[in-house]
Antibody, heavy 119, light 108 residues
């Protein structure tokens, strides 16, 4: 059974940093593209970032480019999102998501971790 | 690519047919268009990918169609558990991935 468990969320002040982690199990982690997607309270879904299985191809939404860094440790089956220069508008639930190979769709989602940016 | 979904809210009764639209500002390459369902307090669930391919475990009352810039999600007969928000999502052109704003299907 595929499981994705995020951690690392919390309350941080504007301009601060936070590192999210996602522990994956139930599939061959290193073989899959992984993503982060976020959802602000009461709002829709927003794409954040993507990393390919070997870490060579990485993409970011314009809204986070230069501030967020996605990475992965395939030996530990873990996905990361390093967030810096956080803004109030980054407040959201952050989901770790597994890719449907070859289709650019998201088939398994973690339960999410809430990041609140506030003074 | 900017995705626009219509209507914003669809009010229907159980047993009725729901037709949701997703329009892209440019052609979606290879019809890499997916649909998700999200119920209150739950994570999104993949329904359709590749414009018309049903994800694992999705009942056949959900169907996807369309190509190019116009896509449709049809729910043939609404059940109580289908009242939710539905999002379309594209993969391909800049931005690499994007979601539509969602259509809420609620009980009339």
């Amino acid at each position: 059974e595929v499981q994705l468990v995020e951690s690392g969320g919390g309350l941080v002040q504007p301009g601060g940093s936070l590192r999210l982690s996602c522990s994956a199990s139930g599939f061959s982690f290193r073989s899959y593209v992984m993503h982060w997607v976020r959802q602000a309270p009461g709002k829709g879904l927003e794409y954040v970032s993507t990393i390919h299985g070997d870490g060579t191809n990485i993409y970011y939404a314009d809204s986070v480019k230069g501030r967020f860094t996605i990475s992965r440790d395939n030996s530990e089956n873990t996905l990361f999102l390093q967030m810096s220069s956080l803004r109030v508008e980054d407040t959201a639930v952050y989901y770790c998501v597994k890719d449907v190979t070859g289709w650019g769709a998201f088939d398994y989602w973690g339960q999410g971790t809430l990041v609140t940016v506030s003074s | 690519i900017v995705l626009t979904q219509s209507p914003g809210t669809l009010s229907l009764s159980p047993g009725e047919r729901a037709t949701l639209s997703c329009r892209a500002s440019q052609t979606v390459n290879n019809n890499f268009l997916a649909w998700y369902q999200q119920k209150p307090g739950q994570v999104p669930r993949l329904l359709i990918y590749g414009a018309f391919r049903r994800a694992t475990g999705i009942p056949d009352r959900f169907s996807g169609s369309g190509s190019g810039t116009d896509f449709t999600l049809t729910i043939s007969r609404l059940e109580a558990g289908d009242f939710a928000v539905y999002y379309c999502q594209q993969y391909g052109s800049s931005p690499r991935f994007s979601f539509g704003p969602g259509t809420k299907v609620d009980i009339k």
